[in-house]
């Protein structure tokens, strides 16, 4: 849904692009009822009919478009000039502290995107460019905007991702450039479901939303010749990424070889000093301030603080707080370990520790508290969701059954797209002398449990 200065929202009735949109937009149409936005326009799947029934303020797609045919309009459009801060979009995104967060994207924001597009991407005028996504997420905008600013074609699929169907309009429509999503991947390599399609069209393939793995881009790339996947890695508060791989590098599977164009960024010690450029480390990522098409406001938060508040100084500059913990290897090549906070990254979708516990802790009567980590396989991959439980003393149960009833709360109150891949059981949390939960002792404990499970 989006909403216009005149108070009016745009509302699709039905989704037929994917799963994720699915259940995504369905949870719209009732949060766009509990608004009351002074109208809607609401569009359907297919045809003319919505097939509801409409509030009295509310009109159909096919209504809308007669009442501008009604209206006497010149054949000369005449642009209106604005300022470069002016906003033209708002974005939703959980970040660094896992709060949502209303973005505004300003006239900078389609530059700095669709300029990642070109130098990173090389897309360009006779592309054909294709990312399943939609405008919910910073991708939607993303790739609208680096195509028609560059000149490529976008190419739209109606219906699901993740069969041959897709894959054989990718074939068909001759598409160039292919985003994907790890998961994405994965699921088109269980299923075997492109097998002999013909996509040696693409020049190039490129990923985001979570972490890759290895096995799984090497399967992606031979179905192109082996061409190269470029990962990338951003935020909608930057408009773009600002770590990304490139074409005018060697590019090794799961990793980003420089910092995406105008941007810079200090991988920090334990102390915020920053490591040398050229020294193999881990540490949380601070980015330089400077840094084209970046928001420098929130709608409902503090900018200062959610960003700038507590970074160290550089160069005279304070940084900026992104919440990515970077390794750098020792060829130079960086792997992204996660959040330096404790909001976690499910499915592509990032959200909190707090919003997941606070779900899982009124799931059972049995439950005393819980406590969410998320940890990444052994082999690369998107990270799994891991539930510790603390149960009353009168109570026992078995970690599958506790491991459906989290599922079933988790998917009903959060998203339908998440589930809990492992529940354990214990008589207390490790805690600090202040009572704060060690989160690090948790995960380093299921590390070891869960490292013959990550390999089946």
Not at 306 to 332: A, C, I, Q, S, W
Not at 344 to 373: F, P, Q, W
Not at 411 to 428: A, D, G, M, R
Request: glycine letters at 8%; one cysteine or more.
């Amino acid at each position: 849904m989006c909403r216009t200065q005149s108070n009016i929202a745009f509302y699709p009735r039905y989704v037929g692009c994917s799963f994720r949109e699915h259940f995504v937009l369905w949870g719209n149409e009732l949060r766009v009822v509990e608004a009351d936005p002074f109208k809607a326009i609401v569009l359907p799947v297919s045809g003319n009919s919505v097939g509801i029934e409409l509030r009295k303020q509310d009109v159909s797609w096919k209504e809308f478009l007669s009442i501008a045919n009604q209206r006497p309009r010149s054949n000369h459009y005449s642009p209106v000039y604005r300022p470069i801060d002016s906003t033209i979009n708002i974005l939703f995104s959980s970040g660094t502290i896992g709060e949502p967060k209303a973005i505004p994207w300003t006239q900078l924001s389609p530059i700095r995107c669709s300029a990642d597009g070109w130098a990173h991407n090389d897309i360009r005028a006779g592309d054909v460019y294709c990312w399943p996504t939609n405008l919910g997420w910073v991708m939607g905008p993303v790739v609208l905007f680096t195509c028609f600013l560059n000149g490529a074609t976008l190419a739209l699929y109606h219906g699901s991702p993740l069969g041959r169907g897709f894959g054989k309009f990718i074939q068909d429509a001759g598409v160039t450039v292919l985003g994907t999503v790890p998961s994405l991947v994965k699921t088109w390599k269980s299923s075997n479901c492109l097998e002999g399609l013909d996509w040696t069209k693409i020049k190039c393939f490129a990923t985001t939303g979570e972490a890759s793995n290895v096995d799984d881009d090497l399967w992606l790339s031979s179905k192109s010749y082996y061409k190269p996947v470029l990962e990338c890695c951003g935020g909608t508060e930057l408009s773009s990424a600002y770590i990304q791989g490139s074409l005018l590098q060697p590019q090794a599977f799961g990793t980003f070889s420089t910092a995406a164009m105008t941007a810079g960024f200090v991988i920090l010690d334990e102390h915020g000093h920053p490591y040398p450029d050229d020294k193999a480390c881990v540490g949380e990522v601070g980015l330089l301030p400077l840094y084209l098409g970046a928001t420098n406001r929130l709608l409902n938060a503090d900018h200062e603080k959610v960003y700038f508040e507590g970074m160290p100084m550089h160069n005279g500059m304070r940084l900026r707080r992104h919440g990515d913990v970077l390794k750098r290897t020792v060829g130079g090549y960086l792997i992204v370990q996660g959040r330096a906070d404790d909001t976690m990254n499910l499915g592509g979708i990032k959200t909190s520790s707090v919003e997941i516990e606070r779900v899982c802790d009124g799931a059972d009567e049995s439950i005393l508290e819980t406590a969410a980590i998320s940890v990444a396989p052994l082999g690369g991959g998107p990270e799994q969701l891991i539930m510790f439980v603390v149960l009353k003393k009168e109570y026992s149960h078995q970690p599958e059954k506790l491991k459906i009833l989290f599922s079933r709360a988790i998917q009903s109150n959060l998203n339908p797209l998440f589930k809990v891949s492992f529940v354990k059981i214990v008589p207390e949390f490790p805690r600090t002398a202040s009572n704060k939960l060690l989160r690090r002792v948790l995960r380093d404990q299921v590390k070891q449990e869960l490292s013959p499970r990550s390999r089946i």
